[in-house]
């Protein structure tokens, strides 16, 4: 049982390639989340999904796509990648039972330079 | 709207001594309130939860910690520190309302210090 895992660990793209942050559990979870964490700022909802084929946008969607065709995985899309998506992007899934009162079970997380 | 203060960027304590991190909030409706804990370069993990009932809650690791509504708080507390407990700490909270969307506070540094 691996929980979540994120893939690449680390990433150092130019301003304007785009790239897919891949996340994966086999928890058979439904619930699945993107984050960014900023010094300071503590985590910010990118996107969310409650099941396959339903995503939804969080707190900072914008320059960010997600789609998700299967329950394991939910990758996350930068379009065209500009310096100020320079973070560090964490993928969490939890079960939806009892209106959301599941802890979330975190990847350990990608860190994405964008020069 | 909708948010998750914690007003202490970093807390120092002496090994041995007891700690208190703290956590308000505001949201509408009755919120479910969690704690997660940071090393670094991983992931969070959960620590623990309030959903309901007793307002004292106890979670992994020796920690625990007390729901108050009247004054929107969920302070984190354990009574006797330990070096290892040094990392980085986050409340976050799930608003009964928007079950899918958690907001996170901007953490607090816990230092210990032997």
């Known amino acids: 049982n691996a929980g979540v895992t994120q893939t690449p660990k680390f990433q150092v793209l130019k301003t304007g390639q785009s790239m897919t942050l891949q996340c994966a559990q086999d928890?058979?979870?439904?619930?699945m989340s993107w984050y960014r964490q900023d010094p300071g700022m503590g985590l910010r909802l990118i996107h969310y999904s409650v099941g396959a084929g339903i995503t939804d946008q969080g707190e900072v969607p914008n320059g960010y796509n997600v789609s998700r065709s299967t329950t394991e995985d939910f990758p996350l899309r930068l379009l065209s990648a500009a310096p100020s998506q320079t973070s560090v992007y964490f993928c969490?899934?939890?079960?939806?039972?009892?209106?959301?009162?599941?802890?979330?079970?975190f990847g350990d997380g990608t860190r994405l330079s964008i020069l | 709207a909708q948010s998750v203060a914690q007003p202490e960027d970093q807390v120092n304590v002496a090994e041995g001594n007891p700690l208190t991190v703290k956590c308000t909030y505001s949201?509408?409706?009755?919120?479910?309130l969690f704690w997660y804990v940071q090393y670094p370069n991983r992931g969070l993990q959960f620590l623990l939860k309030y959903i309901t009932g007793d307002n004292l809650v106890k979670g992994s690791y020796g920690f625990e910690a007390e729901f108050n509504k009247s004054q929107t708080s969920f302070h984190l507390k354990k009574p006797s520190a330990l070096v290892s407990d040094s990392a980085l700490y986050f409340c976050a909270v799930r608003p009964y309302s928007s079950a899918s969307k958690i907001i996170f506070g901007s953490g607090t540094r816990l230092s210990i210090r032997p």
């Open positions: 969490a899934s939890s079960l939806t039972g009892d209106r959301g009162v599941q802890p979330q079970h």
């Open positions: 949201v509408s409706g009755n919120p479910y």
């Open positions: 928890m058979n979870h439904e619930y």
